[in-house]
């Protein structure tokens, strides 16, 4: 499973890592590691304005980084066609990798953009009673808050849910896990 970074749960600096590990960077210019990373764009839902989140990717074409972390990304039909957007547009400026994070199962035609998706972020209670429904073999998972001496439990859980990439952390994110639960994050059918 690939482990991807947030950055509110960035690896310690003693951390060795692998090929299979993505830096989600929050803003460019601070690069704190030579090691691939995303770029972090909010897309705040679908509300931010598309001048605004095409300025982002170029900021981070022009930083350097490898991909891009969309993140906050809206999850139903209504938000497909401006991420698709910005996708192409992030492949046209040479940003091929792209992780879209609504944090929770989207609509099927998300399927279509040809990138991974995140399709659960929360806390570990959440995470453990979580059914599954509407995620895909291969999809993200961002679990936080795991108690310490559950961090290998829930890394295993994640495998056995068929996580593709993510990451099991004891560490709170700096959004509220009541952002991530509202009426903006569900998909619709």
Same mark, same amino acid.
């Given at each position: 499973?690939?482990?991807?970074?947030?950055?509110?749960?960035?690896?310690?600096? %003693?951390?060795?890592? /692998? *090929?299979?590990?993505?830096?989600?960077?929050?803003?460019?210019?601070?690069?704190?590691? #030579?090691?691939?990373? #995303?770029?972090?764009? %909010? #897309?705040?839902?679908?509300?931010?304005?598309?001048?605004?989140?095409?300025?982002?990717? !170029?900021?981070?074409?022009? /930083?350097?980084?490898?991909? #891009?972390?969309?993140?906050?990304?809206?999850? *139903?039909?209504?938000?497909?066609?401006?991420?698709?957007?910005?996708?192409?547009?992030?492949?046209?400026?040479?940003?091929?990798?792209?992780?879209?994070?609504? *944090?929770?199962?989207?609509?099927?035609?998300?399927?279509?953009?040809?990138?991974?998706?995140?399709?659960?972020?929360?806390?570990?209670?959440?995470?453990?009673?979580?059914?599954?429904?509407?995620?895909?073999?291969? !999809?993200?998972?961002?679990?936080?808050?795991?108690?310490?001496?559950?961090?290998?439990?829930?890394?295993?859980?994640?495998?056995?849910?068929?996580?593709?990439?993510?990451?099991?952390?004891?560490?709170?994110?700096?959004?509220?896990? *009541?952002?991530?639960?509202?009426?903006?994050?569900?998909? /619709?059918?």
């Amino acid at each position: 499973m690939k482990t991807l970074f947030p950055p509110y749960a960035h690896p310690a600096p %003693d951390l060795p890592l /692998d *090929g299979d590990t993505w830096i989600v960077r929050d803003v460019p210019g601070e690069r704190r590691t #030579l090691h691939q990373s #995303l770029g972090r764009i %909010d #897309l705040d839902w679908g509300s931010r304005s598309l001048a605004d989140v095409l300025a982002d990717v !170029d900021a981070w074409r022009e /930083d350097g980084a490898e991909g #891009l972390f969309l993140d906050r990304a809206p999850a *139903g039909s209504g938000g497909v066609g401006p991420v698709a957007l910005t996708v192409r547009l992030a492949a046209r400026r040479g940003l091929h990798r792209v992780v879209l994070n609504p *944090g929770v199962p989207t609509h099927p035609l998300y399927r279509d953009l040809g990138v991974r998706i995140c399709t659960f972020e929360g806390p570990w209670e959440a995470y453990q009673s979580w059914d599954g429904d509407g995620v895909r073999p291969g !999809d993200g998972h961002i679990v936080h808050g795991v108690p310490t001496a559950l961090l290998t439990a829930a890394r295993r859980l994640m495998g056995r849910r068929g996580a593709g990439f993510g990451l099991a952390t004891d560490a709170s994110p700096y959004v509220s896990a *009541g952002s991530y639960a509202g009426g903006a994050g569900s998909a /619709d059918s």
